[in-house]
């Protein structure tokens, strides 16, 4: 029960340290998949301790109880060479005792006759390990933490085997310090060594404590090749014994590497592959800003290209004659064309007498409102004549309108202008061409008499018709 409370004690320990160690963040190099082991620290140097007994899980064993006087320790080294992740190779070499004490009478145990009796001789052993050095063959089993690439607890199993060179004394009944060899020496004479083959199976699990750095729990049985390594004789058996260590285990190699054995090799995978998709992500969201930037840019240039400055329908950038005046038909290159001469024929035009005297009287019958542009009634026969000889004959006529001096001189412009316009309205009204026909006012500044009298100022008041 001792045995077993301070196992507990101590595994509650590892796995506390290594839940520390699982919060800490181990930064592991860049390896890529599947690249091999030269990415990684394959070999390992280790130290441990621990307990030796007399007793193991398995049958056919000459101590069937444990106690704590039956403690002893062992204690040793290694060297491991990690093949794949979940295998390796480790070589250990070890020193130490084993020691028991007989708890039942046992028939293969020395007796002697006294009184008719028999007399247990001897009822306790001391074995000292000189030297024992194997080979084993290391499985990982898993990993506990599956999340981050570096591996915080790792189950594993070995076994393998080697040779031990062991000295093997018993004990008297009764006397716990008078020992005797298996030749009957004195405890104080130097015993004969044995030497035999023995294969260690072991069950325990690493611990992942700093970065190339492991703590190692494990629970050996040794099974020996030899019979009296226990001093018992005669039990037809060979002897084994089991112990607990507890080791410590440090990568060799270059420190830039991680170590093999501790690489959770599908979760770095998984993170590799993670980090690579965000690396494409990163290389995907930059060429895609760049094409915006490329495409803005070609847009930009594709407006540039189709502004027309001069707007001759040619643009800017294959125009070659840049401003082209407004309404200038030009070719492809935005060169004005050639432009055919027009051969305008002119056309004689003759006013006859009898013309002049329809547009005389148009003007002496031509009667305003008074201070208005309304033509009266009465002088629309004659202005009918004029447009009827305009119509007939293509001639142009100009009107002008005047005044007397009355009133002011923006007043009496306006009102000439206006009795010319409404002359010019009536006869465009009449089928005239009104591009034929000028209307002007001159106001009161082109008098034909007077305007100190009535019948003066009644003169310059008027529009004369001049036909061409």
């Given at each position: ?16 340290l290594a839940g520390q160690a699982q919060n800490a ?7 890529t998949p599947f690249s091999g082991v030269n990415d ?424 004369e018709f001049t036909l061409y």
């Amino acid at each position: 029960m001792i045995l077993k409370k301070s196992l507990l004690m101590g595994m509650g320990a590892l796995m506390a340290l290594a839940g520390q160690a699982q919060n800490a963040d181990y930064s592991l190099p860049r390896v890529t998949p599947f690249s091999g082991v030269n990415d990684y620290r394959t070999w390992s140097l280790g130290a441990w301790g621990g307990v030796s007994m007399p007793v193991t899980p398995f049958g056919n064993n000459d101590f069937k109880r444990l106690g704590v006087d039956q403690l002893s320790a062992i204690y040793g080294i290694s060297l491991k060479k990690q093949i794949y992740h979940g295998f390796g190779l480790q070589a250990d070499v070890m020193r130490g005792q084993v020691k028991g004490h007989i708890k039942s009478a046992q028939s293969n145990w020395p007796y002697q006759q006294t009184a008719g009796q028999n007399t247990l001789i001897t009822d306790h052993f001391k074995t000292n390990i000189d030297l024992a050095a194997s080979l084993s063959g290391v499985f990982t089993l898993g990993t506990i933490n599956w999340l981050n690439r570096q591996a915080t607890v790792l189950p594993y199993i070995s076994a393998g085997g080697g040779y031990m060179r062991f000295h093997t004394q018993v004990g008297e009944n009764g006397a716990s310090d008078n020992y005797v060899n298996n030749q009957g020496m004195a405890v104080d004479e130097k015993p004969d060594a044995s030497t035999a083959f023995y294969i260690p199976v072991g069950v325990g699990a690493k611990f992942n404590v700093a970065t190339g750095i492991n703590l190692d729990l494990s629970y050996h049985t040794n099974f020996i090749n030899h019979a009296y390594f226990d001093g018992v004789t005669g039990s037809g058996h060979n002897d084994k014994f089991s112990g607990v260590r507890l080791g410590i285990e440090f990568a060799l190699g270059n420190r830039n590497k991680p170590q093999l054995a501790v690489v959770n090799a599908p979760a770095q995978l998984a993170m590799d592959l993670y980090e690579r998709n965000q690396d494409l992500k990163r290389q995907i969201d930059q060429a895609n800003e760049h094409n915006q930037q490329a495409i803005e840019g070609l847009r930009g240039q594709l407006e540039d290209a189709k502004k027309d400055s001069d707007g001759d329908g040619v643009a800017d950038i294959f125009d070659k004659c840049p401003n082209t005046e407004n309404g200038v038909r030009v070719d492809g290159a935005g060169c004005p064309l050639p432009q055919p001469k027009q051969i305008i024929k002119q056309e004689k035009v003759v006013v006859t007498q009898q013309d002049r005297k329809i547009v005389d009287e148009a003007i002496k019958d031509l009667e305003f409102d008074l201070g208005k542009a309304t033509i009266r009634p009465a002088s629309y026969p004659s202005l009918d004549r004029v447009a009827e000889l305009l119509v007939n004959k293509h001639f142009s006529l100009k009107l002008a309108g005047h005044t007397d001096n009355t009133g002011s001189n923006a007043l009496n412009m306006r009102l000439s202008k206006e009795r010319a316009e409404s002359v010019k309205s009536y006869l465009v009204s009449k089928g005239a061409n009104a591009s034929r026909i000028e209307a002007v006012g001159y106001g009161s500044s082109q008098p034909i008499a007077t305007n100190d009298t009535p019948e003066g100022r009644q003169q310059n008041r008027r529009v004369e018709f001049t036909l061409y």
